[in-house]
DNA sequence: TCGTTAATTAACGGATGCGTTAAACATAGA
DNA sequence: TCTATGTTTAACGCATCCGTTAATTAACGA
């Protein structure tokens, strides 16, 4: 896989398993275990797909005793959809709306700066 | 891989060459022949890129004598940011949509003017 | 029909992904 | 210190991904 953020990313998003767990931890922190609890999925298995959301930087994780916790961090998202917005206009027809008013206010703008 | 839409599309747009290529059809339609062209990779490589952003509905293709044309379908994408805007409020505490969107905008358009 | 152009399919190699089980590590607590 | 608990690492198997080159298919056009 390619090793730029976005690829990153998108690549940790690409798996079921990792989507459900970012969906769990709305809800809160949880541990290993209990993340683990849902999926009929060996311990490792889950632990692996930690590391990977810990790279993509979708979750941040602190240790209290032996217990590993993992907390969202849904900053990533933001990218990914940052750069899914320029393909809006294609599907979006609001877009056009938004678009136009920008293009005003930016006209306005240059006009005041005159 | 699992086979479920969404990861479809995120594996989809998990490859720089593949998000390269989605981003030249916004010009407009091309051959495979001409997405190749920026590209140090060969023929046959694009060609399978193409099949695989055509199984995640994000191109459709016609064909034309020899020619098989690519075009644009941002749908998929709007699927994968609706499911990513689940993640939104813990990004964007202001959550002023409209907001963020006119700045990015800006700012893309402050890029494109250097 | 023959040659040219456009694109795909076939066959292969190497890297990575995702799962397993077994072993190791880390910490708590009797 | 010994044991239990939580988690990670190691080692492996198998499937898939991504690239290559060579061969094949498809259609045009002299």
Known sequence: ????????????LADPT????????????ATVTELAEPFAISLPAISRHLK?????????????????????????LREATAWMERYRQFWDTNFDRL????KRMRTQT???EK
Do not use: C, K, Y
């Not at 990792?18 to 922190?29: F, S, T």
């Not at 990977?52 to 969202?72: D, K």
């Open 52 to 76: 990977v959301l810990e790279q993509a930087g979708l979750i941040t994780r602190s240790r209290s005793a032996q217990w590993r916790s993992s907390s969202l961090n849904p900053e990533p």
């Open 99 to 102: 678009d136009a008013h920008l």
């Open 18 to 29: 990792r989507r459900a767990i970012l969906a769990r931890l709305v809800e809160g922190d």
């Open 1 to 12: 896989m390619a090793d730029d953020r976005l690829s990153v990313i998108f690549a940790a």
């Open 110 to 112: 240059e006009q005041n």
